[in-house]
């Protein structure tokens, strides 16, 4: 068994692929933890992978137009 981290700039189209590659890598056992942005932090452990949070400053969202703070939800 391995252990492997997965990482994803916190982007949907990113983000989604990886969770597809990361449920397919714990269904084979192995260890995986995923490194993405926190509103992606319940789809990340739905795929069973532990969730770990970016930075603040790197955690953005791209729905929100450039400059507009990010909420804290």
Known sequence: MAS????????TGHVV???????GLVNRGHSVRFL????????VT???ATFLPLPP???FD???????P???S
């Open 70 to 72: 990010r909420s804290a």
């Open 17 to 23: 692929p990886m969770l597809a590659v990361a449920a």
């Open 57 to 59: 400053e790197a955690d």
């Open 36 to 43: 993405t942005g926190q509103r992606f932090a319940d789809r």
């Open 46 to 48: 739905a795929s069973g």
């Open 4 to 11: 492997v981290l997965v990482c994803s700039c916190p982007i």
């Open 62 to 68: 791209e729905r929100r137009k450039a400059g507009a």
